[in-house]
């Protein structure tokens, strides 16, 4: 509560009545007889109250007036959109890759949902390598340090393994993945196994990867929200940072300070899965150069994660014509696509009122899980888009990186993050993951195949939660997970 109090007087945004009022709105549940005021309503205002079904992460924010219907309508067709290889008669699609993982945004956000790993037998389509290699002298350690680049991509495939190409050009290689299964028992003898998955690169088509480069596996996030979590205050998320343990609980919590891509002001990061992006738009700017190989005017390379090994690859014909500007997705095709990616509206909460919902919510409190799933904040008064003014959210996140134990270590750093952070995940928008997108798997690489196998890899400031977790009956264990798929 101390640290509330802080963040709410330290606000530049807030009146003295705002402040008591959201001191008053985020203060920590202590009462689990019954659910808290507006708690269904997750995104606040904006929230998404029609029927849950597989369309649920897929509405736009209940606060969107109509004259922005048409732009949210445009930017939806935008993420679904199929690129095309150049040259091509229909010259606004042209420009995919030259080397790409995927020719539209929706192929890895299906339904603006979360990404999966490969079955047996697939090939990656929503799960990709992500590649780089530490600093090797003081000039690379000092950049990273001042933010200038987040780490060092790999000499000849660059930040990203692409296991697709245009015509005319061959891929980069595949992943492999395999798994080794590990059994867990649980305090009342219950069995749960989890799979360590081990990866590696087969049919490499350039030459070897660099000695010192490693490999993370990176499923797509679900997109809902995040013009919400743009508009938390940077105040009220690192009123929860303690870096150094200072209060001696074992959680650090470390903010993530990166370049925005657009003006190279360092930002508090807290898009991604190590928070290596400071907005919704840096975050799609991203995705449209590695992901699709198509530029934009904050990442305007038309050949994308092309490295200058690649001489072939450099000499293919990009989509840029002159005609139309520079980039290949032009300042109005970025923009509508952040606009949609920003206003997707999170689904209200099922079941809040269920005595065994509101029993695991007073479970994870007691369990320690809040301490880095913070429940809710109160958005800020003077938000970029007045959708996502002074909204009380529960997105179940701080935002900020944790040390996770060796288990979930990819050993890459990314800016501040080490091999072993990763931002906490919201939770908002859990519970429906199966019925949005047919499956059930979380953490960064999809290895939990349920919501007890992602628990039970929790490590390091992490290890605490989970092993509280591991010790309840099985009837307490139900009932927190019960919680969570109300989420």
């Known amino acids: 509560m101390a640290t509330a109090t802080l963040a709410a007087s330290l606000r530049d945004d807030l009146t003295e009545n705002d402040r008591n009022r959201v001191l008053a709105v985020t203060a920590p549940a202590i009462d689990f007889t019954g659910p808290e005021p507006f708690e269904a309503m997750s995104g606040g205002a904006s929230t998404n109250t029609n029927r849950t079904d597989s369309n649920a992460f897929s509405h736009p924010s209940a606060t969107m007036p109509p004259k922005r219907r048409q732009d949210f309508k445009l930017g939806n067709a935008l993420f679904q959109k199929l690129w095309v290889s150049s040259p091509s008669s229909t010259q606004a699609s042209d420009g995919l890759g030259p080397l790409f993982n995927a020719r539209s945004c929706q ?59 245009i015509p005319g050009l061959e891929a980069e290689g595949k992943a492999v993945i395999t798994y080794t299964e590990k059994r867990v028992s649980l305090a009342d003898g219950e069995m749960v196994t989890l799979r ?76 991604g899965w190590k928070a290596q992006n400071a907005s919704v738009r840096d975050q799609s700017a991203s995705a ?42 032009p300042d109005q095709v970025l923009d509508l696509v952040t606009f949609y990616t920003e206003n997707l509206a999170v689904p209200q909460r099922r079941d809040v009122g269920e005595p065994m919902v509101l029993r695991g919510k007073q479970l994870f409190y007691a369990s320690g899980c809040t301490a880095c799933h913070t429940p809710k904040f109160v958005t ?61 798997f979380y953490l960064h690489d999809g290895r939990a195949r349920s919501l007890t196998e992602a628990i039970l890899w929790h490590g390091g400031e992490g290890q605490k939660a989970r092993d509280a977790f591991a010790v309840l009956k099985k009837s307490d264990r139900q009932a927190l997970l019960a919680f969570l798929e109300s989420l």
């Not at 013009?227 to 303690?242: C, F, V, Y």
Request: charged share 25%; aromatic share 6%.
């Open 107 to 165: 192929t890895c956000h299906v339904k603006d949902g979360r990404g999966r790993p490969p079955l047996a037998g697939e090939d990656a389509v929503s799960l990709f390598l992500r590649l780089a290699r530490p600093a090797r002298d003081e000039a690379e350690r000092t950049a990273i340090a001042r933010h200038e680049v987040l780490n060092f991509p790999d000499d000849t495939y660059g930040r990203q393994l692409q296991n697709l190409a």
């Open 380 to 440: 800020r008064r003077d938000a970029a888009d007045p959708m996502h003014a002074f909204q009380l959210i529960w997105p179940y996140s701080d935002f900020l990186l944790h040390d996770m134990g060796e288990e979930l270590a990819d050993g890459q750093q990314v800016g501040e993050a080490s091999g072993r952070h990763w931002r906490t995940q919201p939770l908002w928008g859990t519970g429906l993951t199966e019925r949005v997108n047919g499956n059930g």
């Open 196 to 271: 360590q998955p081990d990866y590696a690169v087969a049919e490499l088509k350039y030459g070897p990867l660099g000695a010192d480069t490693s490999l993370s596996a990176r499923i797509a996030m679900p997109t809902l929200g995040l013009g919400l979590i743009e508009a938390i205050s940077d105040t009220d998320i690192l009123a929860n940072a303690d870096p150094d343990d200072k209060n001696g609980d074992g959680i650090q919590g470390r903010p993530a300070w990166v370049k925005d891509h657009r003006t190279g002001e360092t930002k508090l990061g807290r898009f």
């Open 288 to 329: 449209f150069s590695h992901d699709i190989g198509i530029s934009t005017p904050d990442a305007p390379n038309a050949y994308g994660d092309c490295t200058d090994r690649q001489k072939k690859c450099l000499a293919m014909p990009t989509g840029v014509q002159p005609r139309l500007g520079p980039v290949e997705a």
